[in-house]
C-alpha cells in the first residue's frame, strides 16, 4: 500500500494540497534513500559471499564475470546517489526501474553460481517485499512476475556449482546457504518495512496535526 492509499489522496488532491504533496515526494526520496544503503549491504554481503566460496570453499567460480555484475551494481548505486543529491523529484517509477536493476543484478549472479540450486535463490523475493511496502499494487504484480520469470529461467539455465560425485559436499553447503540467506533476507525486509511504516505514522500525526490547525482557522474566521 503506497503513502497515497493510507492518506486517502488521489492526483487531483495532490494539486490542490501542497504539504500532502510535499510529503508524498519526500515518502518516495526517503524509500529511496534506504534502498541505496540496503543495496550497498548487499554489494558488501555479496563480495564476501564470493571471495569466501571461491577462496575458502574452493568452489569453481567465474570471478571475472561476477565480480562485474557487482561493480556494475555499485556503480549503478553510486549514481542513484548522486541523482538523489541533486534534489531532483523521486517517481513511483523511477522507484520500480531502481528494484528491477536489482533483480536483473542478482538473477545474473545467481545463473553464474548454480541459478535455481543456489541457497541464496531465496533473495529475489526482497525487491518484491519491497515493492509490495511502498509501490502501488499493479507494480507489485509486475514485480512478482518478473521475479517468478527469473526463478523460473534460473531452473533451466545456470552453470553448475559442482561436478558429478560432489553431492554430499553440496548438501552441507546448501544448508548453511540456506540459514544465512534467511538471516540476511529477514534483517533487510525488517529494517525497511520498519522504516517505511515508521514514516508514515510520522506523517499521519503531521497530517492530522495540519488539518486541526486549518479547522482551528476556519473557525476563528467563521467568529
Do not use: K
Not at 504533496?21 to 534513500?33: I, K, M, P
Not at 538473477?107 to 541464496?120: K, R
Not at 552441507?172 to 533476507?185: E, S
Not at 518495512?193 to 476563528?220: C, D, P
Amino acid at each position: 500500500m503506497t503513502a497515497s492509499a493510507i492518506l486517502g489522496f488521489d492526483g487531483t488532491d495532490r494539486d490542490r494540497q501542497g504539504p500532502a504533496a510535499g510529503f508524498l515526494q519526500g515518502s518516495a526520496r526517503h524509500n529511496l534513500q534506504q534502498l541505496v544503503v540496503m543495496r550497498n549491504i548487499a554489494v558488501v554481503a555479496q563480495t564476501l559471499t564470493v571471495m569466501v566460496a571461491y577462496r575458502g570453499l574452493a568452489i569453481d567460480l567465474p570471478i571475472g564475470p561476477m565480480a562485474s555484475v557487482i561493480v556494475a551494481l555499485a556503480l549503478f548505486n553510486a549514481a542513484t546517489w548522486w541523482f538523489l543529491s541533486s534534489g531532483r523529484a523521486v517517481t513511483d517509477r523511477e522507484l520500480l526501474l531502481q528494484l528491477l536493476v536489482d533483480v536483473a543484478a542478482l538473477s545474473v549472479l545467481l545463473a553464474l553460481a548454480g541459478g535455481g540450486t543456489n541457497p541464496f535463490v531465496g533473495m529475489l523475493v526482497l525487491p518484491l517485499a519491497i515493492t509490495a511496502a511502498c509501490l502501488p499494487w499493479t507494480y507489485t504484480w509486475l514485480v512478482a512476475l518478473v521475479t517468478i520469470a527469473c526463478y523460473s529461467l534460473l531452473v533451466l539455465f545456470f552453470r553448475p556449482l559442482f561436478g558429478a560425485g560432489e553431492e554430499a559436499r553440496y548438501l552441507q553447503l546448501l544448508v548453511a546457504g540456506m540459514w544465512v540467506n534467511y538471516a540476511i533476507t529477514a534483517g533487510m525486509i525488517a529494517h525497511f518495512v520498519s522504516r517505511i511504516a515508521l514514516a508514515l505514522r510520522r506523517s499521519e500525526r503531521m497530517f492530522a496535526s495540519r488539518r486541526e490547525q486549518e479547522l482551528y482557522n476556519e473557525h476563528l474566521v467563521r467568529i
